[in-house]
């Protein structure tokens, strides 16, 4: 007779592994540090280096330096889940590189609350470092809680984006508060604090993380992956080296013909991209090869949509602090950081409603695909710019815009994200090769990133070309790009060989004769 005795990482709670709600409160703390300093970040650059309210001094930067800045912060803070993707398949693991992410975290926001433009720079640093190393693993992590063709992976995902917008919206709405009383340096310093429950959280609750995230060294294994083997493999193969020659040659121009940090960027993609080629080629059968390569495509995806959704920490932080009526009902003024509260509310509310439409929707045999999924994302996130349009034609009509645009806005973007990120995050997991997960993860980490410096140069844009004609411009590509996925959708489709076709519900105790 088998054991029917769950163990502690087993069990499970409102029909979910324990696990997931530890990695969920760890991540939500994560978020609020990250979001609370999203939030802050471009309005503290643009305030006047002598103050010109209670918040105190900023540093003085025009909008378009902001933004600047902005892009590549927010660009950096993912591109470094590659590397940390690696770092964690190759030494610690998933789950140390988790506790030691978090812990650079907690410095980086206490070096934070140091007035000195040294320590402004340094932080940020020090917090790219920490979320490259914690991002990709932790949800490397909820996906390991699951079993192959778990149809609960999909919900465990959704459940776990609760958390992430639980600390956006909890940062949004509290820190902007902390900021008018006390000044900026509180707010950072208050993202700090909230890191470090994060960080306490995550050592206790290790106990409902027993086989998940450990590293196992191999030796000898085929399942072993040489990052050095592939890149050497490179030179004997002359179809992906004359790719890669032409990348890199791109690059070198890039370097010359734009600022020395974008030929840094395109440097390190060609690099990535060398590897991403080599794997593909090294992969020992074709249902891996065709996975892989819908796997790419779907980050394309991914970087069209954060390029557009992103602009709610920049261009639209910026419309909202300038140019949008905060008056509520003449009573008092809504802090511009408390508006991005809207889509982290929204998300709470709908996640869990739109995660069971959709599983209900695939129980019924209907189209409900993870890439038909993230194709409807990008079409519904980008009809919330068409509010954004509103906006723009209210303030040239009148001087001013009503903040029922901005909420309609949100909250398409929201229904937009929930039908994108939580998915795409549980479709890396269906199709990865296991030995390279953490790396994937990576990868689509800095393919959201690459969307987060999008967001910003086209935030850019704006002092050019003026919001209407970026607002309309996202909006009509955004809605293209979206039909064009789901015109491809059968032949991609075909390419995951039935990876979704499958999936049922499935506990702990399934393997246990009960």
């Known amino acids: 007779m088998a054991n029917s005795t769950l163990e502690t990482h087993q069990k499970e ?20 540090s990250y979001y609370g300093m999203r939030a802050l970040l471009v309005l503290y650059m643009t305030t006047s280096a002598l103050g010109d309210d209670d918040r105190g001094a900023g540093l003085g930067w025009t909008s378009k330096e902001a933004l600047a800045l902005y892009g590549w912060y927010t660009m950096l803070v993912y591109v470094m889940s590659i590397p940390g993707g690696m770092i964690a398949d190759k030494l ?27 320590a402004f720079y340094t932080g940020l640093g020090l917090v790219i470092l920490g979320v490259g190393l914690l991002k990709p693993n932790i949800s490397t992590m909820v996906g390991g809680l699951y079993k192959e063709g778990d149809i609960r992976r999909d919900k465990g995902f959704s459940i776990f984006y609760i958390g992430i917008n639980t600390g956006s919206l909890l940062a949004t709405m509290m820190i902007g508060g902390v900021v008018a009383k006390w ?6 310093g208050l993202a700090g604090f909230v890191m470090v429950l994060g960080l306490i959280n995550y050592i206790f609750g290790q106990k409902y993380l027993t086989q998940v ?3 196992v060294p191999r030796s000898n294994d085929v399942d072993e992956v040489s990052y050095g ?82 602009q709610a920490g920049g261009l ?6 300038t140019k949008t009526d905060r008056n509520f009902f003449g009573l008092f003024e809504i802090p511009t950081v408390m508006y991005q509260s809207l889509n982290a509310g929204f998300i709470i509310i709908f996640a869990t409603i739109v995660a069971g439409f959709w599983a209900k929707r695939k129980l019924k045999g209907k189209e409900a695909s993870s890439l038909f999924k993230m194709a409807l994302g990008i079409i519904i996130m980008g009809f919330g710019f068409l509010f954004m349009v509103f906006a723009a034609m209210e303030f040239e009509k009148s001087g001013t815009s009503s903040m029922i645009w901005l909420v309609l806005a949100y909250f398409f973007h929201t229904l937009g994200e929930l039908c994108l990120s939580p998915v795409a995050l549980s479709f890396i997991t269906k199709l990865a090769p296991v030995k390279y997960a953490s790396l994937m993860m990576g990868v689509y980490f800095a393919a959201s990133g690459l969307g987060n410096k999008l967001a910003g140069l086209v935030g850019e844009s704006a002092s050019n070309y003026g919001e209407y004609s970026v607002f309309s411009g996202i909006l009509i590509f955004t809605v293209i790009i979206g039909i064009l996925f789901v015109l491809l ?21 399934d393997n246990l004769g009960l």
């Open 489 to 509: 959708l059968k032949p991609l489709k075909r390419l995951t060989h039935a990876a979704e076709d499958n999936e049922r519900v499935m506990h702990a105790n």
């Open 92 to 118: 610690i693991g998933q789950k140390k590189a988790v506790l030691y992410g978090a812990i650079i975290l907690c410095l980086g926001h206490g070096v934070l609350i140091l007035t000195d433009i040294w």
């Open 213 to 215: 995230g450990d590293f």
């Open 229 to 310: 083997k592939l890149y050497s493999n490179l030179l004997v193969s002359p179809k992906q080296l004359l790719i890669v020659g032409v990348l890199l040659l791109a690059s070198i121009y890039g370097w010359y013909a734009l600022e020395w940090g974008f030929g840094l960027l395109f440097i390190f993609l060609t690099a990535i991209s060398a590897l991403l080629i080599m794997i593909y080629k090294e992969l020992d059968s074709q249902i891996f090869k065709d996975r892989f390569l819908v796997l790419l495509l779907s980050f394309i995806m991914v970087i069209i949509f954060w390029g557009a959704f992103e």
């Open 183 to 188: 000044g900026w340096h509180a707010g950072f």
């Open 13 to 32: 709670l409102w029909g979910q592994p324990i696990g997931l709600y530890v990695l969920f409160l760890t991540e939500m703390w994560e978020r609020f």
């Open 316 to 321: 639209m932080n910026l419309y909202t602090e």
